[in-house]
């Protein structure tokens, strides 16, 4: 592949860069930014070989271009490209949300021109260029939702520049993808900024931030993404996402209401059996489903482990007990 371009030299789109000069030098990159000075910033980094200064020049004679900008500013930019794109031309992105991306490319890039929707599923909560880096989406699934009419040297392609970058495909349905991420990425986002704003407009809040450590930031690190991001992520998957809050209401009414009946086992079940099966999961990774094991379903190890561990929580706590009514009967 001769030339490829990067629209958007932010975290994401500096870090395809990066990746892709590291892996393949021979390619030639024109990188364009919002700003001029990121572009000559990535060029002095050596992670661009050429900075247009208009879409016209970028994306003219481009085998590839990959849209890395937010979300809201690709209908737009595809339109301004259209023109200028040669045929057999591949676009790809790197949106968060794939439904919307697929239908704006669908009405504004010509016929001849190939879309593969792309969804690396890597990031950081630090924006800009100056956050990238070649590794990031070394292991990392990179969700691949070709339009219905891309060849098949089109979506080869673009596995190949997530494989370059040292990702994984995943193929996946634009609209089941948009379900999905909104569950794992859209309502994390969600609720790391409302815990923040929860504690942050509370009236002891300058007591509670001179008591907050590792927990409080680990699980509000996402609160410190870029508010655009969040915007657009929003704008484009709404439903979804309302789907999930819903969801995640519903289970943290459940937690309330076992906290609330006080019953020990059941609060100790309802911490010890999400340990388990988040530890199993980033030891295993993803769980197959049962059809794609082709065998019947069997008890898990995690309900062994979460029975002893049930039982030996619970024996514990039956000794401390025990313990405690008889240092109170020495003392009397």
Known sequence: MGRITIIGLGVIGGSIALGLKQAAKEIEIAGVSRTPETASRARRAGAIDLEPRSIEEAVAGAQMVILASPILSIAPLMEAMAPHLSPDTI?????????????WAREKLPAGVHFVGGHPMAGKEITGFDAAEAELFSGKPWVIAPSVDAPEAAVNAVI?????LGARPVFMDAEEHDAYVAAVSHLPLTVASALFSMAFESQAWPELA???SSGFRDTTRLASGAPELAHDIVQTNRRNLLHWIDRFQQELARYRNVIESGDSRAIAELFAKPQLERDNYLINGPPKRESERGEAPRIGISDFLLGSKLADMMRKQEDIIKASEQRARDKR
Not at 91 to 103: E, H, N, W, Y
Not at 160 to 164: D, P, Q, R, V
């Open 160 to 164: 190949g520049l997530a494989e370059a």
């Open 91 to 103: 676009v790809t992105d790197a949106a968060s949300t794939k439904g919307v991306v697929a239908r």
């Open 210 to 212: 001179a008591l907050a």
